[in-house]
C-alpha cells in the first residue's frame, strides 16, 4: 500500500502561479506511475497529469502548456507545477498511485487526501 501526502496548496489570483507536491512512502516510488487528479465542487474527478516510471508525461487539452508534472525518484516526490491560473482550475488536487500505467483514467489504487487550490 501506497501512502500520498499532497501539500502546496492555497489561495492564488488568476495568472499566477503554483507548484503542488506529493511524497510518497512505503513502496519504491521509481516503479510508480503518478498522477495528478482534481475535482471542482460538484464535478466528477479529472485527471491533469500523468508521468509514467520514464518520465513521459500526459496531459488534457484543458491544462496543456500551463500545467507541467515531473518527479523526483531520490526524494519520492512528484510536483504538480501550475502557471497561469484561471478561475475554473479552482478544486481540490490530488495525486494518484499505481504499479500500471493508467495514464489519465481513474483507476488507480491509491491516493492522497488532496490539497485545497483557490483561484480567484
Known amino acids: 500500500h501506497v501512502q500520498l501526502v499532497e501539500s502546496g496548496g492555497g489561495s492564488v489570483q488568476a495568472g499566477g502561479s503554483m507548484t503542488l507536491s506529493c511524497v510518497a512512502s512505503?513502496?519504491?516510488?521509481?516503479?510508480?506511475?503518478m498522477a495528478w487528479f482534481r475535482r471542482a465542487p460538484g464535478g466528477e474527478r479529472e485527471g491533469v497529469a500523468a508521468?509514467?516510471?520514464?518520465?513521459?508525461?500526459v496531459y488534457p487539452y484543458s491544462v496543456n502548456d500551463r500545467f507541467t508534472v515531473s518527479r523526483d525518484n531520490a526524494k519520492n516526490t512528484l510536483y504538480l507545477h501550475m502557471n497561469d491560473l484561471k478561475a475554473e482550475d479552482t478544486a481540490m488536487y490530488y495525486c494518484?498511485?499505481?504499479?500500471?500505467?493508467?495514464?489519465?483514467?481513474?483507476?488507480?489504487?491509491?491516493w492522497g487526501q488532496g490539497t485545497q487550490v483557490t483561484v480567484s
Open positions: 494518484a498511485a499505481d504499479v500500471v500505467n493508467f495514464q489519465l483514467g481513474r483507476s488507480y489504487e491509491n
Open positions: 512505503g513502496y519504491d516510488f521509481s516503479v510508480l506511475y
Open positions: 508521468i509514467d516510471t520514464t518520465g513521459h508525461t
